[in-house]
């Protein structure tokens, strides 16, 4: 019995609200039930040094949990003048799922952050930001598109991501904050519309797993990926 | 002629949304036009070491702005691994403006952290996250209050805070970020709900000016706050 | 009664000794009573890069405190590895006050600094800053026209600045340290030879106050200024 | 073809030398083929503050790379102030992959951190530094236990690390610094003595990969890590 | 010959001016020609945590170089966020050569800290620090005794400082700064008012030196510090 | 009798371990007696910015202690976020001792950087550093004259460094820890082949000490590195 008193496979609410701040190329409120998170793309007409000549694009990602998104209050990372472990492992994470299905040929030399900041927090808020992200950067490249700076379209298709989890002996989808801190083992899975894997990570973290486990958390996982594709699909359409 | 074709005297739509977030004891989203800013109030039973064992609580603020709040995006505070002089001076100033109406005695031996976060700027941050920041302190005193952990209302009145500033020679309240950028002199005035003064400040950006002109951005400043006491009253009754 | 015996509307005695430090291209120490600042002003052959090309000059400011400048040690910045909120908002305040009497255009492509290190604090330690930087950059300019690099004088005219505050509920000028540390309210305004206002600002420290109070410390401020306009005009003929 | 001429399922030579340095009460020099890692384990009779009182141990990790470890030289952390997110990402993995496997009530309330230092980098500095942590944890553990600080063995089985990936559109295992920089995906197994998974993660670099492959990746893991175990254990006999 | 045109073994002109700030236990402001430190003696009645509960004093220095000390303007280490390597070398010398006549033991479980900041550098900043140390440590400690805080005198002798170097091949007493930045060789020499060493450093900068001319140094480091033991006493009695 | 049974000017076994690591330029593995250091030269095809365009080259150093190097663990560096004033003291130390015998002309504009990480501590390391960073320059200099980079050998001579001090009243060679710890004085001499002295150190630590003690101490120092200089001359034929 899982405490929110879903089944196993069953998603919390999906709310996607796109165009929610007036400045960004592109930006999403993304909520799993709880969770919301504020996702913007910001388009910037330059690209990493690294990159710099090479006729190639970028996309990036940053992370951040305003203090009192959580139960009690954490303190402003701003004020503690460095970024957790935790927030850069997102980070990064979040950028490698959109570079995933982007061309960065035909992104053309230039570079898209996405800024995701987590206004509560109830659980995924690190799936929710690479699900709310892709709607962020596919408004952004639309943007591109229509102003005549892009030709072809540089992204393949959605990626998608969502937790699942052993709880209480159980594979589940979707923890909340309740399931979360107390799952025997939690992963995120990163998935491509076409059924492809960008990235599956499954921890234990109060017991080890075995690989039937493991199986089964993937199949959960495509079953919620193909419910936020949709909401992505909706938002993009509104 | 202002840009928005506002009246000097008129302020912009103020909006002020109660129980914005599930987790904070308060917390508030409020907007001056397109400036939006979430405000949480959190209760902590403790207070910093220089008040510890005085039987006297403390009300203190922090401040900051989402990358892509503004026009282009400007680099993450947690990322650079500081937090700017501008962002400390005005949460300096925000958590001064609220003790200016609280009673540190009655408020107990605890402490109330207000987080102002902007999501989306147009001028007059710091204003609203004042104004808003009374909404968000008094919902989580009136929980504590209805808890029973405070006897006596430790918010003698309420507090506001707005913008005026000198625009092409004219006195102006609620400057946007299209009048604020090009202003000859801006301030900030904190007034209670009494008349009297917590705050007052005036820059000269482009000019100097003198002491009648002084006296006419006070003026407006009262204008302005007679507006926020009364969305802030219908806020804290909703 | 104040606690020195000064009347409310007495400047503690003012000393601009010129020319303490012999690298600078401008250097003083001011004295407002027990209160001594070092100020020296540096000329760089170049702007910030957001001014590259522009033609324009800048003055900018930095201030910091001697660890025993205070009745007690405070830590050292350097040391702790940030400049505190306080340190940032009084140099923001500084280069601000100098900017506002100086045309960046006749500067040309070049900045000064204007480094204030506070060597004994007694109260008024950024307007002492502000009065004496404004020599220390008249200075530095006079070196730079004698050279010929400057043709047009891009100093307008003289800037001051003076504390006024609340004091056992009545107004007074040049407040030093016993008084500020229990003042009811506390000012700082910077004032032009003109007559016109630079900044002002008036803060509620235990009590806040009321329009007839501001207008009180602006007119205590006048008369302070007045006398340091004297001073500086002194110390730069000396 | 790999580049090396190994099968696909090919580990490197492994070598574990334990007892490397001689202050540390566990440490041992780990190759994977070319990579080296220096693990110390260093035992600490006091644990982290979320833990004090409750009667458990924890262990931690950290991870460095000495500057020219690598092919080109890389910044030294220390100087640049701060640790990188790939270092924390991976110090925070090793740490988990030997809670996995530690009973923190069986250790008693004290703290055990393993400092994973790479001497030489080819990849799979992670994997080794987890497969060599579990030597340094147990050689410590075997102190403490001959010692009479513990009774009840709290470590339950070996736990060993190995990275697998997609080089040219074939899975492999063990990859080298000339896969892990072209592979199209590449993945990191913690797996324990039974069979069980402590941790599975699988990224996609160049190409996403499907379900069938992170099967794949799996299998080959168990391969490699069947030959770490043997490995750990000639090490502890030793 | 010098560019100064002294004699090789000649001192410039040493000045002392004891109290010379209000707040400070103990205070001078030391002049060796053109380089002058302004250095306190703080006294805190704790200790660091090393020496909690062991009966003893401590005795600590921090450098610092106010900005524009020197010829060109060099950054505030505040602003950048830390201390050179360069100063913290300094004021680790400071100490240890103060520590060198103070018995602990008698000092009691206090800590006297002294700030040495320089207000004008021409060479021999380090030096002349040290030498000032000595006497505003001295007046700290008689105000103890004075106070009836220590009843032993915790201060054996003097200790003063002095640099020394090859300069175009001659053996040149208390380098200026053209002559430091020139020097094949230079070093600093802490002595005993007995004749005893407590620091003896000296490094190539152009060229390597034999033993004979390290000998030489140190003869005339004895010459310049006779000269400045007599300084301190003057200036402890003044 | 010092504790390790060694005659006053007995060195401990001097271990010289040539190309230790694979990637860098130049590579050692230093130990005097249970002090292992391993010193890494990594050659950069550029210099820093304030030689750019002068037709030299450049040699500096860093230097670090793992974690556990010492008998009980101190902080990583990385993880605190600077290098302790101890680190940057002895990295300068070494870049000036290399610097002594580098011809930076016939270097040409290239930049050599001494890696020195201490694997294991027992006093010594920042000789040791030195001396293993002469060995590991002279490999990565003979990489470059054998590739045709370099025509005129840059480096003239060894350099060769060791620390000496007064143990219980006696001057001693090479202190390991145990009389480091408890020494009443401590030296470090970097000494040439040819005789001349690159740097002297000699710093009281229990007791001060006199002119004929710092000639003991330099003789010692000459014994040392004679020896010292043989193993260099067997690591590079090696």
Redesign the interface.
Known sequence: MRPSGRAPDQMRAITIEPNF????EG?VLIGFG?T?V?V?A?V?ERVPPFLRGKGQGWVTA?Y?M????????GS????K?????????I??LIG?SLR?VTDMAALGERQI?L?C?V????GGTRTASISGAWVALRLAVNGLMQAGKIEKDPIAQKVAAISCGIFQGNPVLDLDYDEDSNADAD?NFVL?EN??????????EHA????E???RL?RLARIGCTEIFAAQERAIRA
């Not at 460095?82 to 492992?89: A, I, L």
């Not at 059924?195 to 234990?204: K, L, P, R, S, Y």
């Open positions: 701040t007036r400045h960004a930006s709880d919301k504020l913007t910001s910037e940053e951040g305003l203090p009192r998104a959580t139960h009690t209050r402003r990372e701003a004020a003048g460095k970024q957790s472990g935790r927030t850069q492992e980070q990064r490698r995933a952050v800024d900041d206004i509560q927090a109830d992963g491509l059924g492809n894997i960008a990235e599956a990570q499954a921890t234990a080890t797993y075995d690989e486990a493991l199986l993937l």
